[in-house]
């Protein structure tokens, strides 16, 4: 399958600071990738669709001038969390759209996330 | 009313029992069927992925979908110690590339 990666794994970092986290389709080029986060024992919420040369979609209740993301290339897209406070500490996972017709392309692929703790 | 429920468990079973997960849906649009696993603290990884109503068979996973029910199935024969995860089902609708996600089911195979 389609391969994701995230940069970092885990990160800490004071209140009040930024934090950027990157998601890269490493074998296959995507124009729409997917930002969640994830609460432990929770499903993915997802955050918003980011799409190659354009702005963000955000879902309905997250901020968007909190959680800046840019998807400046086909293989990579950026999540920044500004001003982070220990309630946006999560698990954040980025998935990639893989073009195609059917299965098993036309899904999403994950990366392996990032864990966020703000202390 | 969630558009995706699923029975988030605990689910724990015997090595070598067949797991049964499933999902209901109340969405008709939705035509696109998959099953994720993830493990602790990784990203979710594809299991399976169906677009039509019957059974797709890969290795010791069976997933199954009935649209007219709107209910879809995953089974794990001989179910393994490594096989312990959380399994989310996901949806899709035509021309829409977002998931609707299950709430996922924490499966444990004690050995």
């Known amino acids: 399958g389609a391969v994701v990666s995230q940069h970092p794994s885990w990160v800490i970092c004071k209140s009040g600071t930024s934090v950027k986290i990157e998601c890269r389709s490493l074998?296959?080029?995507?124009?729409?990738m997917f930002w969640y986060r994830q609460f432990p024992k929770q499903s993915l919420m997802l955050m918003a669709t980011?799409?190659?040369?354009?702005?963000?979609?955000?879902e309905q209740g997250v901020e968007k001038d909190k959680f800046l993301i840019n998807h400046a290339s086909l293989t990579l897209s950026t999540l920044t969390v500004t001003s982070a406070h220990p309630e946006d500490s999560s698990f954040y996972i980025c998935s990639a759209h893989v073009p195609g017709q059917g299965p098993p392309q036309e899904t999403q692929y994950f990366g392996p996330g990032t864990r966020l703790l703000v202390l | 009313q969630k558009e995706v429920e699923q029975d988030p468990g605990p689910l724990s079973v015997p090595e070598g029992a067949i797991v049964s997960l499933n999902c209901t849906y109340s969405?008709?649009?939705?035509?696109?069927f998959m099953w994720y696993r993830q493990y602790s603290r990784k990203g979710p990884e594809l299991l399976m992925y169906t677009y039509s109503s019957g059974n797709k068979e890969d290795g010791r996973f069976t997933a199954q979908v009935d649209k007219s029910s709107k209910y879809i199935s995953l089974f794990i024969r001989d179910s393994q110690p490594s096989d312990s995860a959380t399994y989310l089902c996901?949806?899709?609708?035509?021309?829409?590339?977002?998931?609707?996600f299950g709430a996922g089911t924490t499966v444990t195979v004690r050995a």
């Open positions: 074998d296959f080029q995507a124009t729409t």
């Open positions: 969405n008709s649009a939705f035509q696109y």
């Open positions: 980011s799409n190659e040369g354009s702005k963000a979609t955000y």
């Open positions: 996901a949806l899709r609708a035509l021309g829409d590339y977002k998931l609707s």
